[in-house]
């Protein structure tokens, strides 16, 4: 029955793998081929379909999907009508923000935006552009880019707004950043409709709950060890845990074991520390997804 069924859209193109990777540390496995738009989950209440971000908040407004990923920026570019369920901070290449910046070439005389007073702005997103360009009291014309945006000042455009993470493809295409335009990150959006169903509510919920539990999990892992309770708080003042380290009594009453959650950066730091001072049987474990 389609009232026990989540349509749920995902951003194809450059949020692909990383949304199936993010979706395969929730707990869920996607599999789709090369052409297809149609992935299979194993979950017989979800049905996917693959559609690019730039859309995906129209097709779930108008209820096409029940739910959808795709960028803050693309919710406020279409002006589409649907209710956030979470923020979900990853992107192709990091767990971070993007950004839509505006830039000129390198040796251009222009250093902000008031220096485009009458210019040519290039850009995928025209909206998010006029409005940033009116609260900034400065009139430009705005022209959609459809690809390819990098190239095209100066010949074609005097500045653009682009979309970046790093900013390496700015540089390597000799652009100069001179302000940020908006920050975004992706969301997990519902059709207000479908929110509205008691069923359809709980379902995405938990399908929110267990990505922002992957989400939280990177770069996270495990740590067990066993210590002298004598070294006990030497060994505390060492851990940066995510909470208080949980702390078992062992069969011998001299004896802890001490489990605590860290980020992965600094294990290969810290175990020899740890082991230095006293700690035995130090194991390390992967982490799916933590719950708060």
């Known amino acids: 029955m389609s009232d026990r069924i989540i349509k749920l859209g995902l951003p194809k193109g450059s949020l692909q793998e990383s949304t199936f990777t993010l979706f395969q540390r929730a707990g869920f496995?996607?599999?789709?081929?090369?052409?297809?738009y149609f992935p299979t989950i194993d979950d017989d209440e979800i049905k996917i379909m693959l559609v690019r971000a730039q859309e995906m908040a129209r097709y779930v407004e108008i209820g096409t999907f029940d739910a959808g990923l795709?960028?803050?920026?693309w919710i406020v570019e279409t002006e589409s009508d649907v209710h956030e369920v979470a923020e979900l901070i990853y992107a192709k290449q990091s767990m971070r923000p993007v950004k839509w910046v505006l830039a000129v070439q390198e040796d251009s005389p222009f250093n902000t935006v008031n220096d485009l007073e009458g210019r040519r702005?290039?850009?995928e997103v025209v909206n998010i552009t006029k409005k940033y360009l009116f609260q900034k009291g400065v009139k430009a014309s705005v022209e959609f880019s459809w690809g390819a945006t990098e190239v095209k000042v100066p010949?074609?455009?005097d500045a653009i707004v682009e979309v970046t993470e790093t900013g390496a493809s700015l540089r390597a295409n000799h652009l100069r950043i001179i302000d940020v335009v908006m920050e975004s990150t992706t969301r997990l959006?519902?059709?207000?409709?479908?929110?509205?169903?008691?069923w359809k509510r709980e379902k995405i919920e938990t399908i929110s709950l267990l990505l922002k539990a992957a989400i939280q999990a990177e770069g996270k892992v495990g740590l067990k060890m066993n210590l002298r309770r004598i070294d006990l708080p030497k060994i505390v003042g060492m851990i940066p845990a995510l909470r208080k380290p949980t702390i078992s009594p062992l069969a011998d009453e001299e004896w802890v074991a001490i489990e605590t959650i860290i980020d992965e950066?600094?294990?290969?730091?810290l175990v020899p520390e740890l082991k230095r001072n006293g700690a035995e049987g130090i194991i390390e474990y992967p982490l799916n997804k933590i719950v708060p």
């Open 189 to 198: 959006i519902a059709n207000k409709n479908s929110y509205a169903n008691p």
């Open 155 to 157: 010949e074609l455009a």
């Open 29 to 36: 496995n996607i599999s789709v081929s090369s052409r297809s």
């Open 70 to 73: 795709t960028g803050k920026d």
């Open 121 to 123: 702005i290039s850009t």
């Open 265 to 269: 950066k600094i294990v290969r730091v």
